[in-house]
C-alpha cells in the first residue's frame, strides 16, 4: 500500500532563518506531488505541484521553492522566512494521468511557527 | 477563476440527527468530486468521491451529485459527535490535475 511521510510535524523558526520540508511516498511510481499550506481557519493554499523529477510549477509567488530531485522526494525550502510563512504545510500524492482521479493522499503536516 | 463554495459554519446538529453538507462549483467541466474530513490540527483525509450524477453510500456518509446545477453534497446520518470536524469539498477534472477546494464547512454534533 503507499504512504506519505512528512516531517518534521512541528518547527519553531526565526525571521530570516532558512527552512527544508521534506515529503517522500512509498508504493507507488511516478506520482504527482503538491504542497499546500493552510494558515490558521483558512482553507487550503496550493504553493507548488509536481508530475515528475525537476517539474515543478508554482501557484503562488512568494519566497518559497520546491524541489524534487528523486520520483518520490518532494522538498519545500526558503532562503529567508517571513512571519507571514507560518501555517501549517501539508505534502500530497495522486496518481498520475491516465487513469480515474482518485484524489489526493495528504501527508500528517507540518506546523510552522516563524517568530 | 474556478471556484468551490461551502457554508463556513458551523453547523450544529444533535448527537443521531442527519448533517447535511453542501457543495458549489464553478467549472461546469468538473469530473471527480471529492469530501475530505479534517480534526483540528490533523491533515484532511478522505472519506468519499463520487464522479456520476446521483447519490453514492458508503456506510452513514452519502455524497450526492448534481452536475446541472453544480452541486455536490454529503449526507451524515446518526451523527456521532466523534464526525465534529471541518469537511472540505474538493473538484477536480476527470483525469490528473489540481484539486480545486473549498474552505471548508464546521461540524459540531452535541449529545
Known amino acids: 500500500s503507499q504512504t506519505i511521510h512528512q516531517w518534521p510535524a512541528t518547527l519553531v523558526q526565526p525571521v530570516g532563518s532558512p527552512l527544508s520540508l521534506e515529503c517522500t511516498v512509498e508504493g507507488t511510481s511516478n506520482p504527482n506531488l503538491y504542497w499546500y499550506r493552510q494558515a490558521a481557519g483558512r482553507g487550503l493554499q496550493l504553493l507548488f505541484y509536481?508530475?515528475?523529477?525537476?517539474?515543478i510549477s508554482s501557484e503562488v509567488p512568494q519566497n518559497l521553492s520546491a524541489s524534487r530531485p528523486q520520483d518520490r522526494q518532494f522538498i519545500l525550502s526558503s532562503k529567508k522566512l517571513l512571519l507571514s510563512d507560518s501555517g501549517f504545510y501539508l505534502c500530497?500524492?495522486?496518481?498520475?494521468?491516465?487513469?480515474?482521479?482518485?484524489?489526493?493522499?495528504f501527508g500528517s503536516g507540518t506546523r510552522l511557527t516563524v517568530v | 477563476q474556478k471556484e468551490v463554495e461551502q457554508n463556513s459554519g458551523p453547523l450544529s446538529v444533535p448527537e443521531g440527527a442527519i448533517a447535511s453538507l453542501n457543495c458549489t462549483y464553478s467549472d461546469r467541466g468538473s469530473q471527480s468530486f471529492f469530501w475530505y474530513r479534517q480534526y483540528s490540527g490533523k491533515s484532511p483525509e478522505l472519506i468519499m468521491f463520487?464522479?456520476?450524477?446521483g447519490d453514492k453510500e458508503d456506510g452513514r456518509f452519502t455524497a450526492q451529485l448534481n452536475k446541472a446545477s453544480q452541486y455536490v453534497s454529503l449526507l451524515i446520518r446518526d451523527s456521532q459527535p466523534s464526525d465534529s470536524a471541518t469537511y472540505l469539498c474538493?473538484?477536480?477534472?476527470?483525469?490528473?490535475?489540481?484539486?480545486?477546494f473549498g474552505a471548508g464547512t464546521r461540524l459540531a454534533v452535541h449529545p
Open positions: 474538493a473538484v477536480g477534472p476527470g483525469g490528473y490535475n489540481k484539486l480545486i
Open positions: 463520487i464522479y456520476s450524477n
Open positions: 509536481s508530475v515528475g523529477i525537476g517539474q
Open positions: 500530497a500524492w495522486s496518481r498520475d494521468r491516465g487513469g480515474p482521479n482518485y484524489g489526493y493522499t
